[in-house]
């Protein structure tokens, strides 16, 4: 089975609003994306919706054929909505206001009543739960006995660690992703990865064969500015697709 490559289409809405436009589109980018062969579409709804809007969830889950993954806080307001949009996944994260990005994984512990409100209503609604964590075996096992039926593991470290000097360092976040991902399997949970990661540094993650899905944003659209957005698709695709075990 090939690595699943979801694409986040996040930042495409940060340029429409950047300029309160109704281009582009970050539903016609989802189109192109599974034309160019994206397994699943990404959006990340935030508390303070700085870019995919309500209106923007409703209509890729009334749009999009492949599969739809909404990521989200564990929150009332964000349980309320993904029970009646009923994404095929729903990713749980960490959400600060004031963060440029999600910085780290989900503290599952400190969360976890929240988080088991959210499995619950999951399940009922027939959603899969991810929760994107640290490369954390305390936390990967307590994703499991909450019931989660994936974990995503944060790549954000490895991919600060392929900056040019690091490479010890990149050889240990890779070594910690990989016994993370072991342990997932290990348990039953599906493994996925992402944050940070270009067509550049995807490789060496897809090679850890317990990772069956990475998820992909920033720097596939970055690409799209100068290739079209196809193109860096395909692109991306191809690197996967070079390394994956
Ligand atoms: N996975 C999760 C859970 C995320 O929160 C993000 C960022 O929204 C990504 C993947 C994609 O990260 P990037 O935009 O750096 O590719």
Redesign the pocket.
């Given at each position: 089975m090939p690595v699943r490559l979801?694409i986040?289409i996040?930042?495409v809405a940060t340029v429409r609003n950047a300029r309160g436009t109704r281009y582009p589109d970050p539903l016609f980018a989802a189109h192109v994306c599974e034309a160019a062969g994206a397994n699943g579409i990404?959006a990340?709804l935030r508390e303070d919706r700085r870019h995919i809007k309500d209106d923007d969830v409703d209509r890729l889950r009334a749009s999009i054929t492949s599969h739809f993954n909404l990521?989200c806080a564990a929150t009332a307001e964000m349980r309320a909505i993904a029970e009646r949009v009923v994404p095929d996944t729903v990713?749980l994260?960490p959400e600060r206001r004031q963060e440029r990005?999600?910085e780290g994984g989900l503290d599952v512990a400190a969360q976890r009543h929240d988080i088991e409100l959210f499995v619950a209503m999951a399940k009922r609604a027939g959603i899969r739960v991810?929760l994107?964590i640290g490369a954390d075996e305390a936390a990967v096992e307590l994703a499991h006995s909450l019931g989660a039926d994936q974990i995503?593991l944060?790549?954000?470290e490895y991919?600060h660690a392929c900056e040019p000097g690091k490479l010890g360092e990149r050889a240990h976040e890779l070594e910690r992703l990989a016994q993370a991902a072991e342990l997932a399997r290990t348990l039953g949970l599906e493994v996925?990865?992402?944050?940070?990661?270009?067509r550049h540094n995807v490789g060496s993650v897809v090679a850890i064969g317990p990772i069956v899905e990475?998820?992909?944003?920033?720097?596939?659209?970055a690409d799209a500015v100068f290739m079209g957005l196809e193109q860096a698709v395909r692109e991306l695709r191809t690197a996967i697709d070079r390394h994956a075990r």
């Open positions: 979801h986040n996040d930042h990404t990340h990521e990713t994260v990005t999600t991810s994107f995503e944060h790549t954000g991919c996925a990865a992402g944050h940070g990661l270009t990475v998820n992909i944003g920033h720097s596939v659209i």
